[in-house]
């Protein structure tokens, strides 16, 4: 059995930082891609920025610059440090990984897992 659990977020006022972590446990035989998602009221879930078991990082239009991702190989976990934080930031944050299991490790079968999500708030 594969978890991520996610630690971080908050309440924050504009202009701050708050930094999200995620660490994935159980029979993992590789982790591939990792990511954060938000999902803000109302609206969908979307792309926060990912990175690849190589270090390739992807981030939204919204997050350049401000957001940054990265990853511990070593410790199964990801990171988000989100700086310049704006109201419209405020949204559940999930971290996402695509894992290959040790139970699926023959046919290199990928799972898309995710975290149980953190609420960041950024609010005067």
């Known amino acids: 059995q594969v978890k991520l659990v996610e630690s971080g977020g908050g309440m924050v006022q504009p202009g701050g930082s708050l930094g999200l972590s995620c660490a994935a446990s159980?029979?993992?035989?590789?982790?591939?891609?990792m990511g954060w998602y938000r999902q803000a009221p109302g609206k969908q879930r979307e792309l926060v920025a990912a990175?690849?078991?190589?270090?390739?990082?992807n981030y939204a239009d919204s997050a350049k610059g401000r957001f940054t991702i990265s990853r511990d190989n070593a410790k199964n976990t990801v990171y988000l440090q989100m700086n310049s934080l704006k109201p419209e930031d405020t949204a559940v944050y999930y971290c996402?990984?695509?894992?290959?299991?040790?139970?699926?490790?023959?046919?290199?079968?990928?799972?898309?897992?995710w975290g149980q999500g953190t609420q960041v708030i950024v609010s005067p």
């Open positions: 996402n990984s695509k894992i290959i299991s040790n139970r699926d490790a023959l046919f290199a079968r990928e799972v898309d897992y």
């Open positions: 159980g029979s993992i035989f590789r982790i591939n891609a």
């Open positions: 990175i690849t078991s190589g270090g390739s990082t």
